[in-house]
T-cell receptor
């Protein structure tokens, strides 16, 4: 399968711990996006990369959140000192277009903070 | 501020009927609008993109309209089937052109 893959699919952690999610986009896609989704809501934009450059970050992305995309390939999203409010589905997507064309989403990483 | 609203959180229809979902936006002038389908526990899947100069677009049983004067898009599923039951999301590029923003979605249930 050459779709967008995310790892881990599920993560349960205690408040205050750090967690890291990984996203492997479709190989020829130069844009990569991170979204967060809570129950009953649409995906909320967090950040996106054009190759290795992080071009936009939402105000939702507090100082505890950091995303990287070294060498313009896979990306990681790290959350430090997790809080219960961080519990959500973290979705990664990629696209080939220079503008916001069709996004290909992964299956998401579900985070539960106890 | 920019806003996307999708009509009623849930829509229940009978198999064979046409489902119509609405996406309204304010304080935008988007060049295009997208519709996605999301099943529980899965990531959204792209369905259709319609540009501002296109009034209507079709794909199999799906039809999307885009009225930039009303600032509204309608998404139709004709001859609906229980397999069409899912949440449907509309998405727009924000005014600054720096992000793709999603509505809350409308959950469609098609009963047989």
């Amino acid at each position: 399968d050459t779709g967008v893959s995310q790892d881990p699919r599920h993560k349960i952690t205690k408040r205050g711990q750090n967690v890291t999610f990984r996203c492997d986009p479709i190989s020829e896609h130069n844009r990569l996006y991170w979204y967060r989704q809570t129950l009953g809501q649409g995906p909320e934009f967090l950040t996106y990369f054009q190759n290795e450059a992080q071009l936009e970050k939402s105000r939702l992305l507090s100082d505890r959140f950091s995303a990287e995309r070294p060498k313009g390939s896979f990306s990681t999203l790290e959350i430090q000192r997790t809080e219960q409010g961080d519990s959500a589905m973290y979705l990664c997507a990629s696209s080939q277009d220079q503008s916001f064309g069709e996004l290909f989403f992964g299956e998401g990483s579900r985070l539960t903070v106890l | 501020s920019q806003k996307i609203e999708q009509n009623s959180e849930a829509l229940n229809i009978q198999e064979g009927k046409t489902a119509t979902l609405t996406c309204n936006y304010t304080n935008y002038s988007p060049a295009y609008l997208q519709w996605y389908r999301q099943d529980p526990g899965r990531g959204p899947v792209f369905l259709l993109l319609i540009r501002e100069n296109e009034k209507e677009k079709r794909k199999e049983r799906l039809k999307v309209t885009f009225d930039t004067t009303l600032k509204q898009s309608l998404f139709h599923i004709t001859a609906s089937q229980p397999a069409d039951s899912a949440t449907y999301l509309c998405a727009l590029e924000n005014q600054a052109g720096t992000a793709l923003i999603f509505g809350k979605g409308t959950t469609l249930s098609v009963s047989s």
